[in-house]
């Protein structure tokens, strides 16, 4: 049984979860994730492992509230039990000492680049971190992020905290400074990993992305997370979730990912769901 | 003499069914099984041969004429005991087993005329044991002690774990999805096989003493060796052919276009023809074209039809006599509505302004010589180009393996197609003390296939632990 055992709201609607699994604890490495279920008549979704504590058996999530499903996850609180929770999925972040590396994280994809920095430092990378939000109040995981970065850089959309801006301005602003940088990990929406993948690409930056389509199984069974990566296509689940963004056909992620957005609007009764991104 | 010229005038007992228009329109069980009468009947029909070619045509060697006996005495408990002994899953068999190839197929009676209907009678006794709840238990022999971890719960899966664990040991399926029972779980779809038997299969065995620890994808947590390093003596995989197969043509990836996995997945394992009542959405085509021609093409189309679908095309590169789905589910799909566009293959899918798939650009085939399977090869005329309108496609042209247990298992001999190779009647591969069997080792198959091999294996490694 995957017992919640904390679970802590960010911000309005990005929420930080730990969860009851030791043997995906033992296993887990940074970049991977896990599919759960909340009910039996629920979805699988994908979402990152965060975190683990090996010692206590637990694993972190972080989500934000995109749909009927991360809204029925939302609802569930300490002590509730999930359905179903499987992994470690995927294949881990490929970690070595890159030199200078720089982690970037967009709303809730601060929660994915997080344990990557922290890996990265760990492997003697300078770490230069940029993280941004719409808005100051829902900037989560600044001092997480702060205890793993050399650097920490803070963009918002409305300028009420730290850099007015996008993230993608700032990580110019670092390039543009003379910095060498040797590779780049961003993990936020999808229009934003397009333009940071545009932003690297005229400097040969290698730039890492990890990859959210839909997904059913993610042991890859039933293709459903198709993505295209050098003009071939790859299952996101297990030969990902990370790619290269210089090859990502970015576009055909979003279309793919507001397949069912009608349905989901339908189900959900109101007007947010997840096809913007994540 | 005389008994058997008037067994020979009874005829075949037909099976009622749902009609096609009502059927159509809901995921409710297409045939609706034998009365007792009915099944007493056909049973009579049965001449008891005292060299029972039946038994022969079939994979795991039930005793045909014994069970049938049973039925014709009204023993219907019995009979499905009977079967039992070398079959754990009837009521599974006796739906989708391809009888027509097996059995039916060598019956003598159907040299002049029609075969018993063994599969509708092992249908019948499955459901009537099950429907009456009196469901034995066998006793189990004295524990070995030994441990038998089983790498997924499809038919091979369930089949080896019943074996081992009558034979005393501890057996622990580990399945990668959040519920037991592979292809029959997640594949095949409700009207054509219910899933309250596959649950009831599963829930005996548990019963029996199996464990099952579903959310467990070996290869990604566990590998192969931490199970044999937890201490488990034997190791079989029985994970199945699952891995889609696209046609890499282009726009394949436009949304509303699915592998027969995931859209039979979406309906059956998740339930999305309840949708919203179950969580997972699932693409409700009006015009929709499934490419292929075999049993999980049929499967798809009716699952389009049953949700709502105005059109549902089956395109297929071959003509009617190639197809490798079975005569029945054709018939079936044919009365319900499903039309077939033969000698046809999609080359492109054509999108509209949302990503969203409108066309299916497809080119007229005509057949050639034999190719290697014995059929003739299908070859494209030229210049024979056209678009049938779809807003929704099922790609159904196969599955292959499934690389995460062969990765990241070091030492384990995989083919040119990366099936798993095994010593033929064992299922040894070349490590010791690892086992395989059914599609992973076959390539995509069939149930009863599937179950032989599991049995084999069983003895195979009940003897390897007594020698161990
Ligand atoms: C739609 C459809 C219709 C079919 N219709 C028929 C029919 O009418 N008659 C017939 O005889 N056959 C039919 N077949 C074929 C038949 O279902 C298969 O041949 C049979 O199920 C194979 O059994 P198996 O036990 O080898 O594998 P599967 O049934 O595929 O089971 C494998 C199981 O292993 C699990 N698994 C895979 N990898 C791992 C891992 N790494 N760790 C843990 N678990 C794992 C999978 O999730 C799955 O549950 C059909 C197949 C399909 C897809
Ligand atoms: S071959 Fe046909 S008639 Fe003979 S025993 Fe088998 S089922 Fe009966
Ligand atoms: S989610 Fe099914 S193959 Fe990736």
Redesign the interface.
Known sequence: MNEIINRVFLSENVIRMVVSAP??AA?RKAGQFVVL?TDE????IPLTIVEDDKKKGTITIIFQIVG??TT?LAGMKEGDSL???????GHPTEIENFGTSVCIGGGVGIGVVYPIAAALRETGNEVISIIGARTKDILILEEEMRSVSDELLVATDDGSYGYHGFVSDVLKNVIDSGKTIDRVFAVGPVPMMRVLAEVTRPFHIKTIVSLNPIM??A??????C?V?VGGE?KLAC?DGPEFDGHEVDF??LM??L???CD??K??MDASRCRCNGR | MEDKKKKIKIPRQSMREQDPQVRSKNFDEVPLGYTEEEAILEASRCLHCKKPFCVAGCPVDIDIPGFIRLISEKDFIGAARKIKETNSLPAVCGRVCPQENQCEEVCVLGKKGDPVAIGRLERFVADYERTAGDILIPEISLKTGKRIAVVGSGPAGLTIAGDLVKLGHDVTIFE???KAGGVLIYGIPEFRLPKDIVDAEVEYLEKLGAEIV????VG???TVDDLLEEGYDAVFLGVGA???V?M?IPG?????I??A??YL??SNL??AYR???????I?RGKNVGVIGGGNVTMDSARTALRLGAENVYVIYRRTEVEMPARIEEVHHAKEEGVQFKLLTNPVEYIGDD???VKGAKCIRMELGEPDDSGRRRPVPIKDSEFVIDVDMVVVAIGTMA???IPVTTPGLETNRRGYIVTKDETGETSREGIYAGGDIVTGSATVILAMGAAKKAARAIDEYLKNK
């Open positions: 043997e995906i296993k279920m008549k629920g979805e699988r009927k499903t029925d359905f179903s929770v499987v992994g470690p999925l059913v199984d042991t890859g069974m039933c293709g459903a198709r295209s296509t297990v576009d055909l279309t793919r507001r397949m069912y349905q989901e339908a189900a | 990668g999805l959040h579903t959310n467990t994808v990604r947590g566990k699952g891995a889609p696209f890499n394949e990836n436009l949304s509303g699915y592998s996995n995931e997945t979406r998740m339930k949708f919203p009542e179950y969580d997972t959405p693409a949302n990503g969203w499934n690389p995460v």
